[in-house]
């Protein structure tokens, strides 16, 4: 009887703890889940200029992007812009030649970040020389996504839950916005942008990966169980300095663009694409990209350092004498700047360069920049 008695007890108590720790942890779920959610998205601040810059690049650039892009355009610059519209917005395909700071991965950074935002396209590729310099284009494009005030301001349904994780990245895991997961994805080489309701932006997708990493047969399951495959391709100098001066890896890029960046929408696709690059040596990788004869289906076009060339050979030639001179007897080149300084006027007489605004921004090393291009025509 005693036995019983204890026995009815102890089950007793064991009922009661069960219960105890059921609601505890029944409440610490609940709690995990108020913490996992994010409540509900805030309004667009401005429809009228979203919709202005749906179907401009440019606009959208001067407007959401004006710290990355603080100097006017040169006109090589609007070609460019008008490239990426073509191939965002009609599905063109085109090889753009571009020197070096010049800011034509600023310009491919951005352009997924508008084609993403717009939904102008569900699925889009960025493509490096290698896996890490595509992982640093899509860090900066993260940033810009994390820290970007107007573009949080005017599309929240996509910028507002990549805030709310606070660059904590195992946050996206879980998140809800009013009960429902956002499916967001923030990983090292893939950006999923968070499902929330009809926004165009809704589980919108950019991968990166080096030209030589694995490409062939990319797809990307959408929280809805949709597949896709890219549609738009962004290429960034494609080619190192090395790769440039081997012909075997010429050839290897040369096939992969021309074979699996171009097979990525699948069979009977077709995929839109940028390819903006630097010709490093005659016959790389770029050269062979532009020449329309090898590849037309790139459109591929030319721009310049410089489209014409100073007229005063012999001032430039006294300029280059001094430099020698100072820079032998441990001088510097403090006396070459002054004549320059001296002559700038005339010695720039009959130039005109691609980018007219930057070489203003950096008249302080401007006899240094001139002499080499002048270096460069002899």
């Known amino acids: 009887m005693v036995r019983s008695d204890q026995k009815r007890r102890q089950d007793k108590a064991k009922a009661a703890y069960d219960k105890q720790k059921q609601q505890a942890g029944s409440w610490s779920r609940r709690l995990a889940a108020a913490g996992r959610d994010i409540g509900s998205i805030p309004p667009q601040k401005d429809p009228k200029r979203v919709a202005k810059c749906r179907e401009s690049f440019r606009l959208f650039c001067e407007t959401y992007g004006a710290e990355a892009f603080p100097l006017a355009w040169s006109p090589d610059h609007l070609r460019a812009i008008e490239k990426i519209e073509a191939a965002v917005l009609r599905g063109e395909l085109f090889a753009f030649a571009m020197p070096r700071g010049s800011g034509k991965t600023t310009?491919?950074?951005?352009?997924?970040?508008?084609?993403?935002?717009?939904?102008?396209?569900?699925?889009v590729m960025l493509i490096?020389?290698?896996?890490?310099?595509?992982?640093?284009?899509?860090?900066?494009?993260?940033?810009?996504?994390e820290q970007n005030d107007l573009l949080l301001e005017d599309f929240p349904a996509a910028c507002f839950p990549i805030r709310a994780m606070e660059g904590i990245t195992r946050r996206a895991q879980g998140q809800t916005c009013?009960?429902?997961?956002?499916?967001?994805?923030?990983?090292?080489?893939?950006?999923?942008?968070?499902?929330?309701?009809?926004?165009?932006?809704?589980?919108?997708?950019?991968?990166?990966a080096g030209i030589t990493g694995r490409i062939r047969g990319i797809r990307h399951t959408r929280p809805d169980g949709?597949?896709?495959r890219p549609s738009l391709v962004l290429i960034d100098d494609p080619q190192t300095d090395e790769a440039a001066g081997s012909p075997s890896q010429v050839a290897t890029r040369e096939r992969i663009l021309a074979g699996a960046i171009l097979g990525l929408a699948g069979p009977g696709a077709t995929i839109?694409?940028?390819?903006?690059?630097?010709?490093?040596?005659?016959?790389?990788?770029?050269?062979r990209l532009l020449d329309r004869a090898k590849h037309?289906?790139?459109?591929?076009?030319?721009?310049?350092l410089v489209y014409e060339w100073p007229t005063a050979e012999d001032l430039w030639s006294q300029y280059a004498e001094l430099r020698r001179e100072g820079q032998r007897a441990g001088l510097g080149t403090s006396t070459s700047d002054a004549f320059y300084a001296e002559r700038q006027a005339a010695m720039d007489a009959g130039s005109r360069v691609a980018w007219d605004r930057k070489s203003t921004r950096l008249n302080s090393s401007h006899a240094n920049i001139s002499y080499a291009v002048f270096c460069l025509k002899k």
């Open 296 to 304: 037309p289906s790139w459109q591929g076009e030319r721009t310049q």
């Open 128 to 145: 490096g020389s290698d896996q890490a310099i595509a992982c640093q284009m899509l860090d900066s494009i993260k940033t810009n996504l």
């Open 178 to 208: 009013e009960g429902e997961p956002t499916h967001i994805e923030w990983t090292a080489d893939q950006i999923t942008l968070p499902w929330i309701g009809k926004a165009p932006s809704s589980g919108v997708a950019v991968r990166v």
């Open 226 to 228: 949709s597949t896709v």
């Open 272 to 287: 839109a694409g940028l390819c903006t690059i630097t010709v490093i040596r005659p016959d790389d990788l770029a050269d």
């Open 107 to 123: 310009l491919a950074e951005w352009a997924c970040i508008w084609s993403m935002l717009y939904g102008h396209r569900q699925f």
